[in-house]
């Protein structure tokens, strides 16, 4: 047998290195502001509540009943379609940066994309939403956030496409870390897009009821 290679001070003192500490500055520095700054905003946002100019009737108006293709299934499958087809062309490039190897650089043209993701889901919600208020349906809360929302999953399912088909992934653990990371980002892109969806909602709803008087 060889003998082992004598143990150098240099390799001793690599493996003895601790971690960087800029990491942890840098960390400090953008999360630790950006996380007051929306505790204090969300505390100061989450104390003002909904005004409702109009009166509405105490007596809730019976519903009737809905298509199969008016269901929230069905609205959600096309909602959620025309923004992630503007995200869609640099999805590919953001998952292998992020994931990869790759450098992403086209930060311009992906800002661009992502205001455009943006109007489009303000867009297709309104649109929905005016068809449900047709059809004298006033429960167009919750529908409008869960249709703007509907992007998050077009994205958390391009995340299993990625996985599967794109990426060499493999291995519990690394999975595991992917599938959890991307449900969070999944979740984040529910709760943005659905409060696009809401507040454009909203807006509207209030111009076309301006003129309303009740007595």
């Known amino acids: 047998l060889l003998p082992l ?5 240099c390799s001793l003192s690599l493996s003895l290195k601790p971690p960087r500490m800029h990491t942890l500055h840098k960390r400090l520095k953008v999360g630790m502001p950006l996380t007051v700054f929306g505790s204090i905003t969300g505390r100061r946002m989450g104390d003002s509540s909904l005004e409702v100019r109009y009166q509405t009737n105490d007596v809730v108006r019976e519903v009737s009943h809905i298509s199969w293709w008016h269901s929230v299934l069905v609205q959600m499958i096309m909602a959620g379609f025309l923004p992630f087809g503007a995200l869609y062309i640099q999805m590919y490039y953001i998952y292998a940066s992020v994931w990869g190897h790759n450098y992403f650089s086209l930060f311009g043209i992906l800002s661009l994309v992502f205001l455009m993701a943006i109007a ?6 309104i649109t929905l939403i005016y068809l449900q208020l047709s059809r004298e349906d006033h429960r167009w809360w919750w529908r409008s956030f869960v249709l703007g929302g509907s992007t ?8 299993l496409f990625f996985a599967i088909y794109r990426s ?16 969070v980002v999944g979740w984040f892109f529910f709760l943005m897009f659905g409060t696009v969806g809401f507040y454009s909602s909203l807006v509207f709803v209030r111009l076309i009821y301006c003129n309303i008087h009740s007595n």
Do not use: E, N
């Open 5 to 9: 290679p004598p143990l150098s001070l």
């Open 120 to 125: 489009s889901t303000a867009c297709v919600t």
């Open 152 to 159: 998050g999953l077009y994205i958390w399912i391009y995340s």
């Open 168 to 183: 060499r992934m493999h291995g519990f653990l690394q999975l595991a870390f992917y599938y959890g990371y991307m449900g």
